[in-house]
């Protein structure tokens, strides 16, 4: 079983930057494909982005795509999420998650077996 612990959460202006980190501990990462998901008050959670298991493969939500960027570093155990241009909307409790199996990357939060606690970003305007 893998744990997750998310970092670099905090508030920023909009159009500013940030970089989320999720360590990975327990288990190699590279066992696992890995995903960010977010979720702000009153709303569903939702598919940010995704990682293959080496990092050759990556997919986006639209609404962050050319905005945000996955990568990983196995090495580490690390996951990373830059985060560039932010916006309002882009406020939301952020968490990764580590998902076994082999195949399309998955973008539904059910499909994921591990997560981590969160961390908040907040966008101000």
């Known amino acids: 079983q893998v744990q997750l612990v998310e970092s670099g959460g905090g508030l920023v202006q909009t159009g500013g930057s940030l970089r989320l980190s999720c360590a990975a501990s327990?288990?190699?990462?590279?066992?696992?494909?890995m995903g960010w998901f977010r979720q702000a008050p009153g709303k569903e959670r939702e598919f940010v982005a995704a990682?293959?298991?080496?990092?050759?493969?990556?997919s986006y939500a639209d609404s962050v795509k050319d905005r945000f960027t996955i990568s990983r570093d196995n090495a580490k155990n690390t996951v990373y999420l830059q985060m560039n241009n932010l916006k309002p909307e882009d406020t939301a409790a952020y968490s990764c998650?580590?998902?076994?199996?082999?195949?399309?990357?998955?973008?539904?939060?059910?499909?994921?077996?591990?997560w981590g606690q969160g961390t908040q970003v907040t966008v101000s305007s």
């Open positions: 998650a580590a998902d076994t199996m082999v195949g399309i990357l998955p973008t539904t939060w059910s499909e994921y077996d591990y």
């Open positions: 327990g288990r190699t990462l590279s066992n696992y494909v």
């Open positions: 990682i293959s298991r080496y990092g050759s493969i990556t």
